[in-house]
C-alpha cells in the first residue's frame, strides 16, 4: 500500500520549534517533487514549502521564509520541516504530499496526487 505518514506535530509555545517528518512506503520519494501544506478548519489548504526532485530548488510560503527549512533524506525515503520561531498563525493541520513521479515542483494542490493524513500543529501565545 502506497501511504505517506507524518509525524512531530504537537503543541509548543510561541517562538519554539518543531520538526515535521513525512514517511513513505510503497513509493519510492526521490522521483517525486515534495510539498508541505497547511490547513485551517473553513479554509483551503495552502501551501508551505516544496522541493523539487533532487532538492535543487525549494519554495516557501512568504510568511514563513527564514523561519521553516524544507529538506529531504532520499536514504531514508523521509521529506522534513523544520518549523523554527513558531507563532500562533502557523496553527494548522500540516500535510506533506508527494507529486507523480517526475513531476515538476508546484505549489497547487492539486499537482500533488499522494497525500498523508496530517498532523495537527498548535502554537499557543
Known amino acids: 500500500q502506497v501511504q505517506l505518514v507524518e509525524s512531530g506535530g504537537g503543541l509548543v509555545q510561541a517562538g519554539g520549534s518543531l520538526r515535521l517528518s513525512c514517511a513513505a512506503s510503497?513509493?519510492?520519494?526521490?522521483?517525486?517533487?515534495m510539498g508541505w501544506f497547511r490547513q485551517v478548519a473553513g479554509k483551503d489548504r495552502d501551501i508551505v514549502a516544496a522541493?523539487?526532485?533532487?532538492?535543487?530548488?525549494?519554495y516557501y510560503k512568504d510568511s514563513v521564509k527564514g523561519r521553516f527549512t524544507i529538506s529531504r533524506a532520499n536514504d531514508e525515503n523521509t521529506v522534513y520541516l523544520q518549523m523554527n520561531s513558531l507563532k500562533p498563525e502557523d496553527t494548522a493541520v500540516y500535510y506533506c504530499a508527494a507529486t507523480r513521479p517526475f513531476a515538476p515542483m508546484s505549489v497547487w494542490a492539486h499537482e500533488y496526487d499522494l497525500w498523508g493524513q496530517g498532523t495537527q500543529v498548535t502554537v499557543s501565545s
Open positions: 522541493m523539487s526532485r533532487r532538492g535543487v530548488s525549494t
Open positions: 510503497g513509493r519510492t520519494l526521490s522521483s517525486a517533487a
